[in-house]
């Protein structure tokens, strides 16, 4: 005979000054209340400012509505130990740090005191050196998409008060993906190819279901900790709000990865997403950077426009299946219309997966386990000849974000630029340390962008 027991009705409980959890919005466990958490966040409002209205107000309301770690908060720059310099990077610099006393985490109504999370905990510091640079605009869309799965994750905020720039304070990782590609290329098969690459459509198409546009995707920008992908993110803009009749005069990014239309001065919008992809695509099964061999300048920029794309070298061909090679391209379309979607390219890259996982053989199975055996049966000669080409890196590449004058920007400058008696604006001096023999243009270069040129479409 079975006997029904009823269920048994949770407890209400109540913090010391009578918040209940019947209150839905309000969680109370172990010493911990999330309104008295957040009231007294509310009460040290008044004790700090970031000596901006509009971050403060972000910060603000993260430490009220947002629950644990999941908030952003204003960390003071003290609690910051062991500071180490990492590398320069988008809008300024990069460094390690530890965090000497965590984080706000909960207030405890027994201890009477704050909870506190990641103490001890090495983290990354982004030192925000361009003042051109919407810091709480950035926040806004960490708001947005912060501790979203395959994101970076942002902790805070908080000042050097030296130089006055504004951090963020975010997870540090072990490596971003053009870094371990350099080092892990002739380790890699095709099968953690795959998994990279469906990692980072997955997360392009959450950004995309939301409507959002990640508008700088490239290596340097996705970060990898035990083998797991995340993108990080310094500009969103919404699909829905963009016009398609702006003419932009400057845009910001590193040039190979910026999409043909954006060149000429159109919107960054989804389908631009697609169009850097296909840079990170290319430097997975290349071992370098699109357009590493060349000058990142105007002249490129009007190549790209025309239909240039970078090239595989034809030692590698047989070791990247023909699809692959097909779908690379096409997300370089110069029709942004022809280009996949994010969700098109998740289910290419997941089908691809689990037909591993079940051992199902086709056609796009037997192109990678070929392509696989190709690279494995290298010769000494063949790589060291490889080396040597992968080494020709050009003094005038950029590979750092910065702002660019579009095509429609430099649209009465071209002819003075062609003729040599205005400077290109998008030509940055070579490091003399790192200066080689190779002319940026020859003559014979020169003649030909000129011929180009009269066909661009602007």
């Known amino acids: 005979m079975n006997i029904l027991i009823p269920q048994e009705i949770k407890k209400i409980e109540y913090c010391p000054v009578g918040h209940s959890s019947k209150d839905y919005k309000n969680f109370i466990s172990y010493g911990r209340c999330s309104l008295c958490t957040k009231e007294h966040f509310i009460q040290e409002f008044k004790t700090w400012s970031s000596g901006n209205a509009n971050i403060d107000k972000i910060i603000r309301e993260s430490q009220m509505n947002d629950i644990g770690d999941k908030k952003l908060d204003w960390i003071p720059y003290d609690n910051f130990q062991n500071i180490e310099y990492i590398a320069d990077g988008d809008h300024g610099s990069v460094y390690s740090a530890k965090l000497e006393n965590g984080i706000k985490w909960d207030w405890n109504f027994v201890k009477k005191n704050w909870e506190y999370h990641s103490i001890g905990k090495k983290v990354a510091l982004k030192e925000i050196k361009d003042s051109r640079y919407d810091i709480a605009e950035f926040l806004e869309v960490v708001k947005t998409i912060n501790f979203t799965k395959s994101f970076v994750e942002y902790y805070g905020f908080s000042k050097n008060p030296s130089t006055q720039n504004y951090i963020f304070i975010m997870v540090l990782f072990d490596d971003n993906l053009h870094n371990f590609l350099t080092k892990k290329f002739w380790d890699l098969g095709w099968g953690q190819k795959i998994n990279i690459l469906f990692s980072i459509t997955a997360s392009l198409e959450r950004l995309h279901e939301k409507n959002l546009v990640h508008c700088d995707l490239r290596g340097d ?238």
């Open 221 to 458: 920008n996705i970060f990898i900790n035990n083998d797991v992908i995340n993108l990080d993110l310094y500009k969103l803009k919404n699909d829905l709000i963009l016009e398609n009749n702006n003419k932009n005069n400057e845009t910001y990014g590193s040039i190979p990865y910026i999409p043909p239309e954006v060149l000429r001065g159109n919107e960054f919008k989804i389908d631009g997403d697609i169009y850097s992809f296909g840079g990170i695509m290319y430097e997975i099964v290349a071992a370098q950077r699109p357009f590493a061999d060349q000058a990142h300048d105007t002249y490129l920029m009007i190549d790209i426009c025309n239909g240039v794309r970078p090239k595989v070298p034809d030692l590698m061909l047989n070791w990247i299946p023909e699809w692959y090679l097909d779908l690379m391209y096409r997300c370089w379309s110069d029709d942004p219309s022809e280009r996949p979607t994010a969700i098109e390219l998740t289910n290419l890259f997941w089908g691809i997966y689990r037909k591993r996982m079940y051992h199902i053989v086709d056609d796009v199975m037997r192109q990678l386990k070929i392509a696989d055996e190709n690279q494995q049966n290298i010769s000494k000669f063949q790589k060291q000849e490889l080396f040597s080409y992968l080494n020709k890196l050009h003094p005038q590449s950029w590979y750092i974000d910065r702002y660019i004058h579009t095509l429609h920007g430099l649209h009465d400058l071209l002819e003075e630029i062609k003729s040599g008696k205005s400077s290109d604006p998008n030509l940055l001096k070579p490091n003399k340390s790192t200066t080689s023999s190779v002319n940026t243009h020859n003559n014979d270069v020169e003649t030909e962008i000129k011929s180009k040129q009269e066909n661009i479409i602007l």
